[in-house]
């Protein structure tokens, strides 16, 4: 199934680019999305970085424990300011 991913601030410099496609396995949680990403993009997995980078699945912040499914939008991003 397909799954787009979106990267935002710092995460879009580490990677070179601010989406993308990925092919994921039915049934997959988002951690396991998260994890598979940080595989594929070591500086973001870095132990440094891991609980700096939140995620969320169709625009909701995520826990990591959400079953993906087709289509659905998971974006990673650092922390979030303002006023």
């Known amino acids: ?3 787009k991913v ?8 580490e990677t070179g680019t601010r989406e993308l ?4 396995e039915e049934g997959m949680m ?5 994890n598979a990403i940080f595989a594929e993009y070591p ?3 870095s132990k440094d970085r891991q609980n700096a980078l939140h995620m969320s ?3 909701e912040y995520a826990s990591g424990d959400e079953i993906l499914s087709e289509g659905d939008e998971v974006a990673l991003f650092t ?3 303002g006023g």
């Open 30 to 34: 988002s951690i396991d999305l998260k």
């Open 1 to 3: 199934m397909r799954i």
């Open 79 to 81: 922390a979030v300011s």
């Open 57 to 59: 699945v169709n625009r």
């Open 21 to 24: 496609s990925w092919d994921a």
């Open 6 to 13: 979106l990267f935002f601030g710092a995460t879009a410099a």
């Open 43 to 45: 500086t973001l997995g």
